[in-house]
């Protein structure tokens, strides 16, 4: 998949751009999570197009970690990623990104 569909000799780099946060919280509270919008520019096999996606952010009970999660679907059309087959099955057009993100404050023990 990822050199023959993804083609990841030619289009290494998969990235994604933040533009704006909708909805943000004003503040976390430790212990707290929240669920907002992020908008922003995905680049894949060297096609970017625009992405709204939820994403959920926990920010530890101590306060010194941050763990942000997102879950998107992208279309390989969308992406011109050729949608793969394997004998006589063929991949959803549709596949399923989850994103995990884990940021510690600055001096924090770990």
């Given amino acids: 998949m990822r050199e023959n569909h993804l083609e990841t000799e030619r289009f290494p780099v998969a990235s994604f751009r933040a533009d704006s946060l909708i909805a943000a919280p ?36 101590d306060g010194a970690a941050l763990a942000v999660r997102a879950e998107f679907t992208v279309k390989l059309a969308d992406f011109a990623i050729p949608r793969p087959k394997f004998l006589v099955m063929k991949l959803d057009e549709l596949q399923r990104i989850t994103v995990r993100l884990s940021a510690q404050r600055a001096g924090a023990g770990g």
Avoid: I, K
């Fill in 26 to 61: 004003g503040r976390l509270a430790p212990g707290e999570t929240a669920v907002l919008t992020l908008a922003g520019e995905l680049s894949l096999h060297g096609v970017t197009q625009p992405l709204l996606t939820p994403v959920s952010v926990t920010l530890s009970a």
